[in-house]
């Protein structure tokens, strides 16, 4: 999935690196990003090596590569950041960690040779994603569940969920465009802009998207439009000409499909300008191309051919300042002016530009190869070479693109065989039913009614004929309006009906005169000689340099002459010199020689030296480890002495205070018993003394009870 999230966020990576100049120079950008986060991570702490850990995660993932190494080398980043955030109480690192190592199992739901357990990684990537929404919730980190819904899009638009792509667009819009809560600093926030939130460019993408989404869903013209226009409004509010011309022609093809073709050239027409202002080049061209293609749909032959000469001008002159990287885009100029020459019926030129723009396409531009084909076919077509044309649409036998089922239908017509022309055509109308695409739609019914046309099926052929009157009339293709017009004219004349083939045929004579006007014709003849003069003052200047480099191969061969004997005279001198170096270098040798003997005996001394220094070294070591051991040995020799000692006083303490206690407790026994010796004959004689006091009293119930107690 990564590859092709790559090839559709071309934008944002370029947003990123604003100053960069093509794929290759970011792919650079992020490769030096690399190794210089590397060197912050061997001393970074704490929070800061999370995000360290994180930032190179989100670097590798971006790197291109075939066999995903760099997306493997960004997992375990991603492992290891995750890791420590969770022993931490950094939540907003965790999150991040959280969201890539959902991005890990993303990029791997391509079903790719190397991991095709598409089904599972979708799942973990889905576990995942949610565990990050939940801690940017918590945490209230709008950007942070942004992103999350951001990854999930992509996912979800690579696995054809069209729902679900849809409902991920509109919450990452929901949480990018919340206010930030603090001051953003730092790649993981994005922005350092004191005055914006720092999703503007995300905004943008995001809203672009949006309307291509209500495009393939065939939504309101107004809400398709709303949608652009807020596109519009984030990348114009970061004054970014760059990125804002990035999206006003993405934002153009978008129109050409699902509103008009005059809007969608109105914005390419800004895009061209702003491309102009950023010093890009290469986008400037490519939207060149764009608005070539979309001049050549709308029937403008005139500004095509404009537009067409200053995309060759400006293929030339990158192509001579950059090299054949930029070969491609030479390529697709040379192809469009040979589109507009076919449109003029000059078939041969337009075979000779085309022939040139192929020569500059690569093995991996294979789908503007295809548009190629398709073109070089249709000319074919035009000419009656049916067999040329059929060598050049076989590989759209099975699996034409939108351009070549409709060319390859065109060209079944022209066999008069319509049932394959209608099998071609109608699989291609089934494929557009869940898009709104107008443009590609009317052209097909048109092909659909010639074919119908040939059967004799009048009123199918009309039915076909009025849908791409209806679809065509809307994006306001006048190009193929004019194949329509002909088309009604030719069936309402079959069906009897001459009213209706005279105004339609009158249509198509006024829409084909005011389309191929004498001015049109005139600027292409006016190219040609251009281009035939600028052949042939090429030819001169050829010659001219011919002659020159032979001057100068003469004028060369005198001097060799001249040289020669010069150098004759001087080979004696040389040779005297030559035997002097040698013995020199004798000399030289023997120096040499003795220089590595002594160096060499120095070594050996060296190494001798530094064998006893290590015996010294180990015969100390040995020494002290004795000293040591003695000495730890002593101290706990005392120690066990000591504490022997002092347990046997402790001992014989508690024995001598076991003895006095038992002798105090004898000797109190001893003096109790005296007392009681001494108390019982003394009490005996006090209650007889009472008792006879109580006699004398004549108290004899007193007495009595005393004697009784007692």
């Not at 990123?16 to 986060?37: C, G, K």
């Not at 004997?565 to 000399?587: F, G, R, Y």
């Not at 060296?606 to 040995?633: M, V």
């Amino acid at each position: 999935m990564r590859k092709h999230i790559i090839s559709l966020c071309l934008f944002t990576l370029l947003a990123v690196f604003a100053n960069a100049q093509s794929w290759i120079e970011d792919m650079v950008t992020a490769r030096q990003m690399v190794d210089s986060l590397k060197q912050e991570l061997k001393t970074a702490k704490g929070e800061k090596r999370i995000d360290c850990l994180n930032l190179l995660t989100d670097t590798y993932y971006w790197i291109w590569d075939e066999n995903d190494k760099h997306l493997d080398t960004a997992c375990l980043y991603a492992d290891q950041a995750y890791e420590l955030a969770k022993k931490s109480t950094y939540k907003k690192g965790l999150g991040y960690a959280t969201l890539y190592k959902a991005h890990c199992f993303a990029g791997r739901t391509d079903n790719n040779i190397n991991n095709n357990d598409v089904e599972t990684n979708y799942v973990q990537a889905e576990k995942w994603a949610q565990q990050a929404i939940k801690i940017g919730e918590e945490i209230k980190d709008y950007r942070l569940t942004g992103d999350v819904y951001n990854m999930l899009k992509w996912m979800e638009r690579w696995r054809g969920s069209a729902a679900k792509y849809k409902t991920n667009v509109e919450k990452a819009i929901y949480y990018y465009d919340k206010p930030a809560t603090k001051k953003l600093t730092g790649l993981l926030d994005i922005s350092k802009c004191d005055q914006c939130k720092g999703n503007e460019k995300l905004l943008g993408g995001l809203y672009q998207s949006y309307a291509q989404i209500l495009g393939s869903e065939r939504k309101d013209v107004t809400a398709i439009k709303e949608s652009i226009n807020k596109a519009i409004f984030y990348y114009s509010k970061i004054g970014n000409k760059w990125g804002l011309a990035v999206a006003y022609r993405s934002l153009g093809q978008v129109a050409n499909q699902s509103i008009n073709l005059e809007t969608g050239t109105e914005y390419i027409l800004k895009a061209v300008t702003l491309f102009g202002e950023a010093d890009n080049p290469r986008g400037e061209l490519e939207a060149l191309n764009d608005l070539c293609g979309a001049y050549w749909n709308m029937g403008d032959f005139e500004k095509g051919l404009e537009y067409s000469k200053k995309s060759i001008l400006t293929a030339e002159r990158l192509v001579n300042l950059k090299g054949s990287a930029d070969s491609i885009r030479l390529g697709q100029a040379y192809y469009w002016m040979g589109r507009f020459y076919s449109i003029a019926g000059d078939y041969e030129t337009a075979l000779s530009f085309m022939r040139k723009a192929r020569r500059f396409y690569d093995a991996d531009s294979r789908m503007i190869e295809g548009a190629w084909r398709v073109a070089m076919g249709s000319i074919h077509n035009l000419t009656g070479n049916y067999d040329s044309a059929l060598y050049y649409l076989s590989p759209w036998l099975n699996k034409p693109g939108a351009g070549g089922k409709f060319v390859l239908g065109d060209l079944y017509v022209s066999l008069k065989q319509y049932d394959n022309a209608l099998k071609v055509i109608n699989d291609a109308i089934k494929s557009q039913e869940t898009r709104n695409d107008q443009f590609v739609l009317g052209r097909y019914y048109i092909v659909a009614a010639k074919a119908y046309f040939g059967k004799n099926d009048y009123p199918s052929a009309l039915t076909n004929a009025r849908t791409a009157l209806s679809l065509l009339g809307k994006v306001k293709s006048n190009t193929y309006l004019i194949n329509d017009y002909q088309v009604l004219s030719d069936i309402f004349n079959k069906m009897g009906k001459y009213d209706s083939a005279f105004y339609y045929l009158k249509l198509y004579t006024e829409s084909k005169d005011s389309l191929l006007k004498k001015q049109f014709y005139k600027r292409l003849n006016d190219y040609k000689k251009e281009a035939e003069d600028a052949k042939r003052i090429g030819q001169i200047n050829l010659l001219q340099k011919n002659n020159l480099i032979k001057e100068q191969l003469l004028q060369e061969e005198l001097l060799l002459k001249q040289q020669s004997d010069v150098q004759l005279t001087l080979l004696d001198k040389s040779n005297e010199i030559k035997d002097q170096q040698l013995l020199i270098k004798d000399q030289r040798l023997k120096e040499q020689t003795l220089l590595k003997d002594r160096n060499q005996s120095q070594l050996t001394l060296l190494d001798k030296e530094n064998k006893l220094k290590d015996e010294r070294l180990k015969q100390q070591a040995f020494i002290r480890n004795a000293l040591l051991g003695g000495l730890l040995l002593f101290i706990l020799l005392g120690i066990f002495v000591f504490r022997t000692l002092s347990l046997k006083r402790k001992n014989e303490k508690l024995a001598i205070k076991k003895e006095q206690a038992e002798l105090q407790q004898k000797v109190t026994e001893l003096e109790m018993q005296a007392l009681r010796a001494q108390m019982n004959p003394h009490f005996i004689f006090n209650c007889l003394s009472s008792i006879n006091r109580f006699i004398f009293k004549n108290d004899n119930k007193v007495a009595s009870d005393y004697l009784t107690r007692f």
